[in-house]
């Protein structure tokens, strides 16, 4: 069981931006014992509001866990706590890929 994974990153190696006003998401599947870089998916930055973040909401919905640097208020409130967790954590991707594989790890073993 695959989780897709979206990280808000400037360069696609840290996350280093705050959700309303990334430019970029670099989305990974991540297995139990592997991930995959899956694409870099760009968006335009807005000031941020429940209205503004919407379609960016969008755009990602297929992803379980959204990490980004800082997420404000507006979005927050845009996702589904049920359907789409949100992370907020600083630095290298590669670093965060294999913590990640655990936590999809402890899912099969507590889902199944």
Not at 4 to 12: E, M, P, R, W
Not at 25 to 37: G, M, N, Q, R, T
Request: aromatic share 10%.
């Amino acid at each position: 069981m695959a989780i897709k994974v979206a990280f808000a990153s400037s360069d696609g190696t840290s996350v280093d931006a705050h959700f309303g006003r990334a430019e970029n998401f670099f989305v990974y599947a991540v297995l139990p014992d592997s991930y995959e870089y899956l694409e870099k998916r760009s968006c335009e930055p807005q000031e941020p509001s429940e209205f503004s973040l919407k379609p960016r909401a969008l755009a990602l919905q297929d992803c379980t866990l959204i990490i980004a640097q800082k997420f404000g208020r507006h979005a927050w409130a845009v996702f589904d706590p049920a359907l789409v967790e949100l992370l907020e954590l600083e630095g290298n991707i590669l670093h965060m890929l294999p913590q990640l594989q655990k936590l999809v790890r402890l899912r099969r073993k507590y889902h199944s």
